[in-house]
């Protein structure tokens, strides 16, 4: 028992070090119906996210692949410290009852982390949940607002928060991502 305890935090404590962990197990947040994985596909840049992490990578952004019905692979990308970083993972809807809630996996050692979508038009904006019980006493979340484009107008950031607020996640520490330049200096790269 002792040993398995060491376990489970050595395995969580880069998840807990990330996030200020919240009393309680994960709320139930009311995801998109008659979500569209197919429509859902293609490219999204991150535009704001919790939480703030004190490195802040810039110009993040995921293609998304559909490689089954219910399965597709991620691509992302960062720049930090002016370095261009690239992760692949791949995804699955884990229940095709609930197609709007995602599992996404960076490493074959990991299971699928939730990645719900909460909101989205598929052509604007996405906003997308990922929340972890640990042990049922607490949890720790992660939450993105995603744009077909490096930067959304004012409205639809609002708009895409409001998905977080009415579902009692508190985003009020949630930070913009840098867009600024990204495709000047990936070209210069290369
Ligand atoms: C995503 O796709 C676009 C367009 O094909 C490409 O320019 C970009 O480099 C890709 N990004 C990643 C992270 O693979």
Known sequence: MKSSFAVVFAFL???????????????????QPAFNLKQFMGRWFEIAKLP??????????????????????VASAEVLKGEIR??????????????AKLGVSYSYVLPFSPYWILSTDYVNYAVVYSCTDI???????FAWIMGRTRS?????????????????????RM????????DKRIESDI
């Open 13 to 31: 404590l880069p998840i807990i070090g990330a996030q200020v962990p919240h009393w309680g197990p994960c709320p139930e947040p009311s995801v």
């Open 86 to 99: 690239k992760l692949d993972g791949t995804g699955v809807v884990e229940d095709p009852k609930h197609p």
């Open 135 to 141: 042990l049922r006493l607490f949890h720790v979340d």
């Open 52 to 73: 703030a992490q004190f490195e802040k990578g810039q110009c993040i952004e995921n293609n998304f692949t559909l490689t089954t019905e219910n399965s597709f692979r």
């Open 152 to 172: 959304l107008p004012d409205a639809t950031v609002w708009k895409a928060k409001d998905a977080f607020v009415k579902n009692n996640i508190d985003v009020s």
């Open 175 to 182: 930070i913009i991502t840098k867009q600024q330049g990204c």
